[in-house]
């Protein structure tokens, strides 16, 4: 399909040997000499005001070198991705707003002492009414959050487009349905932490996972009153990030800490603060309407929704824009009336999470889709055939521009190729079934103002040996973009993968090039790498020419070495860039790609999933699972494949078997114990990626984002499986064996 | 005389009170947990076959972790400056070549575990007839020391106009003399050391000072054999180089150690090892004889020389060129013959040293034009003004292009101006002098194709907050490089000092600077910084034009604003750029500056010393010392005069106190306690830097070169003062009491 000698190869991970065989380091292997170990006091109520903080105590105790509170903070005190409403420490008389809310942190010499140091706090607080839902939170008379937002309310966002009334109206069936969506946790094997050090200049250094440095080092001089200059966040290895890692964790209490003492200091979070501090997947409540004609054409959409931000907004602004933007899919659908909120309420913070929004939204519509094909009795996959968007149609997202034949009935036709047959049930009390989803995912470009992402940098640096280092903002966060940047870095200098090394998210060392979030980086940063390779390509090559006697435009880099097309005279590249070096020629390549013509990108996928409920014990076994996805160039197909069944596990767990419970502000499910995630035996007995390719012309060698996609589509298919194989009409997840046995019997009833 | 605000302030230095605190680390600061240390073993011989190595006993020691031999080593085993001719470690069956030429190394638990292993080693040598003087070493029959080179010579330098048999013919003043010029040592308060570490990918990074990080990467690749992308040198605080940390010390060994024990390994040399290892100054034995018509207008010169190269080259071959071509100094002579020598020898190593042949040259020739002067009875200050260049006249440098009106008589009119009157005797035995020392010092703005020097980089990011990061690959050796572009990114960003940071020598995180060395950085690099910030201004003022409604010409940046120029509207340079920020637009300026219209830069400078002579001890006490320079422009007048009086200091050392003597190849003078170097209360009495600013068109603000100029002309002033006080011509250096004594002696006989 390609002329590509790496693009386009399954090649392995060029971390993946480090990772596996347990070399490489994450945050807790990390150490310097006299470091401190910093522990965090944190709020037991969701709702409080902090009425007076006593750290003498602690301050006494042997082996502790520093307690910070609010006072020591000459910044604003605040964080936050979309607004500043978080703060880093709750000052004293101001309000905890969640259970977990900082109030002091320690360093001291062990982590032991700083853990005792802690109990010697004395923080007294004046606990105030709770608010733990967004329903509550909007209603008149509820406590008010924020003293600076006007009300509980953090966003809202309406669109249409035609007459939804007339579309009813037009419509010989109508399915509606509300759908309440959980919160789900990211669960990432790495927890948060990392090390704060300061120089002898006061250059405060962050190592610490994150999914952007820049955003990390930006939040460090607001809140902190630290100069950007004197700011540095390295973000080396993260270990799963999916948006959890996108906010501020402990970067800021870190550098706070170095700050004071003057020393090292390591803050690495319990897997109960990681799981009650970061944000999570925001719990959604969707009630959505659709009509069709006889003939299943689609006539209209109309929907509500309401999500809970949790303490502080995050993402919340952008989730619920997502959510409802996304809501229209890739079908052309006349009417539409879509309007969403999100609202602040005392309980966990909700924010970036693999999907964005659309997840929740998909799975209202395309369930919505299955209903209306069973009522019309028209098949699944026809029905969405018939309403898929074509060339000229205007889709309900507004961000979105067809600019190519959309391609979603070859990811349907594609993958339903692939699924093959329905199994029949394994025994008696079995049924098995199909389910469907799809999707128009996007990718964010240049994105919206308010997220700093436009703009993406990269540098290329041969060095006179004839090897190259990538240097890129991108954190590598387990999704394998080192190894795409190092294979489009390889490609265009014809190099093998072991002689590019790539170095990440670091912003003493780095281009910015924005977060890695919204399925961006490989289209970004793919073509951030691919222009600093040409500029300093260029000049390679006129120095090859002197060399070769030849024309530059006659000269191609392949196999290490610089070829004149035609004649069969070659030199290493190698001996050119000796020749550059001696001579004074800059192999030094840098870009700065500043997006194109959308701001975001958009594609098409399908997901097939094939079930087997147990009606007597009401459990599902999901028993295959094809994801095909329209990818434009799959830069390395393993990667690919790796994203789309991983996405697929995350889909076996929303639709299955995750939500994070909260009662009054607090977890229920506050540690790896009550939270359950699909373990492998849990997944699909099989699962099939299957890449669609259609080049997307301003991508680098085409490609399209892939990363997050498949958990837009995944949990839905599932969903619609269980409605094939059972006729229910699952609306809340996950659809537990004891929420399913519930719904079966109550079908029975019906019946 | 300027319009700048920052430029040309004698602004305190950006890392002065780090440094004056003690708060800023060097390489014996330097600590990584688990790190190893390490020591090498040294031939004691100065010339010997390594006949066997047994580490065995060495490796069984509890706590030792790895020993090296040349066996372990994958590359060519070879480093050098101009040539690799210097073994890591020195094979078995091979020679070494001088007392501490390393044949394995230890990485242990601690240092003094790895000092008992040394021990355990049996090394066999067979010992060989060495040579220790260059005449020695070039006569018939004289042991040939490597195999890979035709001979003992390193280089020879022949360059000539006119015809010097009548040019002397045509001369009413003859002199001649014979000058023996000592091993200078460069006696940096830091010894060689650092840490090597690797990483889980197999990257080494090589913390340690040295005056060029990738020559050392570079070196490391060839020596051991590992790809450049797999190698990075950092060199962040460096105390003194001097030339002396211009090549690999114990950069590579530690690289070896890190690599085999896959540990952090750290290496730091003794003073003694420091004192044997490191190139010094080359020891010089220039024969020279200069003509002169009885109006004082020379008519010719003519010089031989030879240098010790010492066991390897470094920077043999350069320096004699350099010894060699700058021996005509500023002068006008029609007739020139100049040839020069360097040789291998059993001796330690020369080099690089402040100056780099040029003090050599400046001493021959500027005692020659006093003794002339003296016969001919001109005042010496005339004699140099009558001969000084004048524009249109043909340097006897062949680098040197004169552009402009020539500075020296300026100098020597300012620099006589600032001396005032000569004191008189301070008692009865004593005799007062003034001496004067002129020169045409250079600083390379391109130079050697040998030395991979052309071509400059900088970066300098724009932080949304309006403050700024220099990115530059030059280290800050104590020369007050990274304070002066500090000032220049300061000026053209229009912020204060402390809101720029400025990070260098770092082959991870800045851009290829070339090597500090030679005069060339304030030039260079200042150059590179200035169009760095060029590139990045421009686009935030592009920016600006649209907030302000202002055409960007009439823009300027100045306290932090962004202003128009004439209707007084303003805007923080802060608010832009987080404009800037927001939109996408690169914030990251990028610049190569490769070099000007000449390889060289030059410029004038005079010294005046007045001395007073104590004709019963023989001490010297130096009363005065008066250096004017063309600098150009001053970047930094309080850094300018720093670096003049600095170089007076070494002028004192190398004319009254210094000699690194060695005798079979061993150094007599190892250590601190017997190699003398001026204290506080050595130096001059009164210290004058007069700076003479004559613009140079390409320089950054006009500046030219400055940092070692002053060590060319400062020791021959005092010679020339002892021989005004005395007339006694001091031909062999230092001039100790011993040897000034012993001069009276002959003189008074010869009276």
């Given at each position: 399909m390609t002329n590509y000698t790496i693009v386009g190869q399954p090649v392995r991970r060029v971390d993946g040997f480090e990772k596996v065989s347990g070399r490489i380091h994450y945050c807790v292997d990390m150490a310097e000499p006299g470091m401190l170990c910093a522990r965090t006091l944190r709020s037991p109520h969701p709702h409080a005001r902090l009425a007076a903080l006593d750290t003498r105590q602690a301050e006494a105790l042997p082996g502790v070198e520093a307690v910070v509170t609010a006072a020591d903070i000459r910044g604003t005190n605040r964080h936050g991705i979309e607004r500043p409403d978080q703060p880093v420490l709750v000052p004293v008389g101001e309000r905890v707003k969640m259970i977990g809310d900082p109030v002091a942190a320690v360093a001291a010499r062990t982590e032991e002492i700083a853990e005792e140091a802690l109990g010697l706090i004395r923080a007294e607080y004046e606990p105030l009414p709770g608010v733990f839902t967004p329903q509550d939170a909007l209603a008149p008379g509820a406590p008010h959050l924020h003293d600076d937002a006007p009300g509980n309310l953090i966003s809202q966002y309406t669109s249409g487009r035609g007459d939804v009334a007339q579309g009813f109206a037009e419509a010989d069936a109508v399915v509606e349905g509300t759908f309440v969506l959980p919160r789900q946790e990211q669960a990432y094997l790495e927890v948060e932490g990392g090390l704060a050090t300061i120089d002898s200049a006061g250059v405060i250094t962050v190592y610490a996972g994150s999914q952007r440095p820049v955003f990390i080092r930006k939040s460090i001089h607001l809140a902190l009153g630290f100069p950007e200059h004197k700011v540095r966040s390295i973000s080396a290895n993260t270990g799963g990030g999916f948006g959890g890692k996108a906010d501020v964790s402990m970067h800021a209490l870190a550098a706070l800490l170095a700050h004071k003492t003057r020393k090292p200091v390591k803050l690495v979070w319990t897997r109960e603060e990681s799981f009650l501090m970061h944000p999570k997947r925001h719990p959604f409540w969707i009630r959505a309407k659709l009509g069709a004609k006889r003939d299943g054409t689609f006539t209209a959409l109309e929907a509500e929704m309401i999500s809970d931000g949790g303490a502080y907004a995050s993402h919340s602004l952008i989730v619920v824009f997502a959510a409802c933007s996304y809501l229209p899919g890739p079908y052309d659908i006349p009417h539409l009336q879509i309007s969403g909120r999100s609202a602040y309420t005392n309980n966990p913070i909700s924010g970036a999470c693999r999907g964005y929004g659309q997840p929740q939204a998909v799975t209202a519509l395309e369930s919505l889709i299955d209903w209306l094909a069973r009522d019309l009795e028209i098949d699944p996959a026809e029905i969405r055939l018939k309403n898929a968007l074509e060339l000229g149609d205007a889709p309900g997202c507004p961000r979105v521009v067809l600019d190519s034949p959309p391609t979603l009935p070859l990811t349907i036709r594609e993958a339903l190729a692939a699924a093959g047959e329905l199994p029949p049930p394994s025994g008696p009390g079995k049924k098995t079934g199909r389910g469907l989803g799809c999707a128009m995912p996007i990718f964010d470009i240049s994105t919206h103002d308010t997220a700093d992402m436009k703009g993406v940098g990269a540098s290329v640096e041969v060095f006179p040996d004839g090897t190259a280092l990538v240097r890129s903002g991108v954190c590598e966060i387990g999704s394998g973009l080192s190894t795409v940047l190092a294979q489009v870095a390889a490609e265009e200098l014809g190099l093998r993968l072991g002689?590019?090394?790539?170095?990440?998210?670091?912003?003493?060392?780095?281009?910015?090039?924005?977060?890695?979030?919204?399925?961006?980086?490989?289209?970004?940063?793919?073509?951030?790498?691919?222009?600093?390779?040409?500029?300093?390509?260029?000049?390679?090559?006129?120095?090859?020419?002197?060399?070769?006697?030849?024309?530059?435009?006659?000269?191609?880099?392949?196999?290490?070495?610089?070829?004149?097309?035609?004649?069969?005279?070659?030199?290493?590249?190698?001996?050119?860039?000796?020749?550059?070096?001696?001579?004074?020629?800059?192999?030094?390549?840098?870009?700065?790609?500043?997006?194109?013509?959308?701001?975001?990108?958009?594609?098409?996928?399908?997901?097939?999933?094939?079930?087997?409920?147990?009606?007597?014990?009401?459990?599902?076994?999901?028993?295959?699972?094809?994801?095909?996805?329209?990818?434009?160039?799959?830069?390395?197909?393993?990667?690919?494949?790796?994203?789309?069944?991983?996405a697929a596990a995350w889909g076996v767990g929303y639709a299955l078997y995750e939500e994070m419970r909260a009662s009054d502000g607090?977890?229920?499910?506050?540690?790896?114990?009550?939270?359950?995630?699909?373990?492998?035996?849990?997944?699909?007995?099989?699962?099939?990626?299957?890449?669609?390719?259609?080049?997307?012309?301003?991508?680098?060698?085409?490609?399209?984002?892939?990363?997050?996609?498949?958990?837009?589509?995944?949990?839905?298919?599932?969903?619609?499986?269980?409605?094939?194989?059972?006729?229910?009409?699952?609306?809340?997840?996950?659809?537990?064996?004891?929420?399913?046995?519930?719904?079966?019997?109550q079908q029975r009833q019906r019946v």
């Open positions: 002689q590019v090394s790539v170095l990440c998210g670091n912003t003493e060392s780095t281009p910015d090039a924005g977060p890695i979030v919204a399925s961006r980086q490989a289209y970004c940063s793919g073509n951030a790498v691919r222009l600093a390779v040409a500029d300093v390509r260029a000049r390679i090559l006129e120095v090859a020419s002197d060399i070769l006697h030849a024309d530059e435009g006659t000269l191609e880099l392949a196999g290490g070495m610089v070829r004149v097309r035609g004649n069969g005279h070659a030199i290493p590249l190698g001996e050119v860039t000796k020749v550059c070096h001696r001579t004074g020629v800059n192999l030094l390549g840098s870009a700065w790609f500043s997006g194109s013509h959308a701001p975001a990108g958009h594609t098409f996928m399908t997901t097939v999933a094939d079930v087997e409920v147990d009606e007597e014990t009401g459990r599902v076994r999901v028993l295959k699972m094809v994801n095909a996805h329209d990818v434009g160039q799959a830069l390395n197909p393993l990667n690919v494949k790796g994203q789309l069944i991983g607090k977890l229920l499910t506050p540690t790896l114990t009550e939270y359950i995630t699909p373990m492998s035996l849990d997944g699909p007995e099989e699962w099939q990626a299957v890449i669609v390719e259609d080049p997307y012309p301003t991508g680098p060698y085409g490609a399209k984002g892939v990363g997050e996609h498949g958990t837009n589509t995944t949990p839905v298919a599932i969903l619609n499986a269980i409605f094939h194989a059972t006729g229910v009409r699952v609306t809340e997840m996950p659809a537990t064996p004891e929420r399913l046995l519930r719904a079966l019997k």
